[in-house]
């Protein structure tokens, strides 16, 4: 049984930076495409980012609203996976969930991941 949580939500201001974090159980990382959702309240969760391992290396695919700004990485040491969110902005408020699947390959559909976390709540005041 694969379970993951998040963690490292919070209250910042507009151009602050965040890390969110992923701890996995059950499973280790490296085996496992991850990705990052949200949701703002009256809205749909979106795909925010993603990160799957490949015979040729990693690979990484964002949200264009989030490209440049936000930075998917893991530490298979931890069984972890990190969201870091650089100069954010109101429209980033939303609950921002970890999603896992095993097998190589990005996705960004939710229905391409079997494993989800519970969420964690970022606010960004301006």
């Known amino acids: 049984q694969v379970q993951l949580v998040e963690s490292g939500g919070g209250l910042v201001q507009a151009g602050d930076s965040l890390r969110l974090s992923c701890a996995a159980s059950?499973?280790?990382?490296?085996?496992?495409?991850m990705g990052w959702f949200r949701q703002a309240p009256g809205k749909e969760r979106e795909f925010v980012a993603t990160?799957?391992?490949?015979?040729?290396?990693?690979?990484?695919y964002y949200a264009d609203s989030v490209k440049g700004r936000f930075t998917i990485s893991r530490d298979n040491a931890k069984n972890t996976v990190y969201l870091q969110m650089n100069s954010l902005k109101p429209e980033d408020t939303a609950v921002y969930y970890c999603?896992?699947?095993?097998?190589?390959?990005?996705?960004?559909?939710?229905?391409?991941?079997?494993?989800w976390g519970q969420g964690t709540q970022v606010t960004v005041s301006s």
């Open positions: 999603a896992g699947v095993p097998g190589p390959g990005v996705r960004s559909k939710e229905r391409g991941y079997d494993y």
């Open positions: 059950g499973r280790t990382v490296s085996t496992l495409a």
């Open positions: 990160m799957s391992w490949s015979w040729s290396g990693d690979n990484t």
